[in-house]
């Protein structure tokens, strides 16, 4: 499959290398024609990579990611181009955080808001599925790290792009279990985890770990 990727940082980066590896075709988007960084990751990662600006990567993916920094994200999805996103699946990885007054980062839209609630409004025509942006990038393309199953959440207002996505994230990542939380605005749950997860990154001095859910059974009806 051809996958455009908005966004040449650590997470465009991990996740655009992990789709090469098995087979696909990925172009990663910036700001610019020549990106040294970009064109660093796409020599590396040899054939199947390459890069573009956001508008190139948005006419090449049949898929899109969106891995640009939340105060960013909805510059990027309009130098993009609504119409090279129409009718496409868009995965929003992206986090609305700020980081203007240093670390620990505050939620730039939180409450009755989400980043992806916003991206979506932008994209009336774009399937947006917001995930993997609970966890760190490591942990996005390789959750067999933890040797047990751990938490992944999905949140769209489309069954069927929900459904596609969870399916890649199985086949492409390995992520089994993935809990659909319901339409986008389900994102401001997921969003707002940030604001413990930067905690915990401060804490464990490392962005590989995840949550793991733990539900009461169902009590069994005697036989
Ligand atoms: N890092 C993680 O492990 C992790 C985990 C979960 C979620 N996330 C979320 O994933 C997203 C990407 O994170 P990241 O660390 O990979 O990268 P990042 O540094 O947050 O974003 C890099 C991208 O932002 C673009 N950018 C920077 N300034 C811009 C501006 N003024 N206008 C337009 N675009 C601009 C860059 O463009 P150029 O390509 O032109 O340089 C680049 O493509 C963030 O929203 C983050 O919260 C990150």
Redesign the pocket.
């Known amino acids: 499959m051809k996958i455009g990727i908005?966004?040449?940082?650590?997470?465009?980066?991990?996740i655009g290398a992990k789709l090469v590896d098995i087979g696909h075709q990925v172009m990663?988007?910036?700001?610019?024609k020549v990106?040294e960084?970009?064109s660093d990751w796409a020599r590396q990662v040899g054939e199947g990579a390459s890069v573009g600006t956001?508008e190139d990567a948005a006419r090449f993916g049949e898929l899109m990611f969106?891995?640009?920094?939340?105060?960013?994200?909805l510059?990027?999805i309009d130098?993009a181009g609504a119409d090279n996103l129409a009718d496409k699946i868009l995965i929003d990885?992206?986090?609305?955080?700020d980081f203007s007054h240093g670390f620990p980062p505050v939620l730039a839209i939180t409450g009755t808001d989400s980043?992806g609630e916003r991206i979506q409004a932008a994209l009336p025509r774009t399937r947006v599925v917001k995930t993997?942006?609970?966890?760190?990038?490591?942990?996005?393309v390789n959750p067999g790290m933890f040797g047990e199953p751990t938490a992944l959440f999905v949140s769209a207002n489309d069954a069927s792009a929900k459904a596609e996505v969870i399916k890649h994230l199985n086949d492409w990542f390995g992520w089994n279990g993935v809990i659909d939380l319901g339409d986008i605005t389900s994102a401001r749950g997921t969003e707002a985890w940030?604001l413990l997860?930067t905690r915990l990154y401060g804490a464990l001095g490392t962005?590989d770990f995840n949550i793991r859910l733990v539900k009461k059974s169902e009590a069994k009806p005697e036989t």
């Not at 990663?28 to 610019?32: A, I, V």
């Open positions: 908005l966004g040449t940082g650590d997470v465009g980066q991990t990663l988007g910036s700001r610019s990106h960084g970009a956001f969106c891995c640009v920094g939340g105060a960013h994200a510059a990027v130098a990885v992206s986090n609305p955080l980043l993997l942006n609970t966890v760190a990038n490591s942990v996005m940030l997860w962005g």
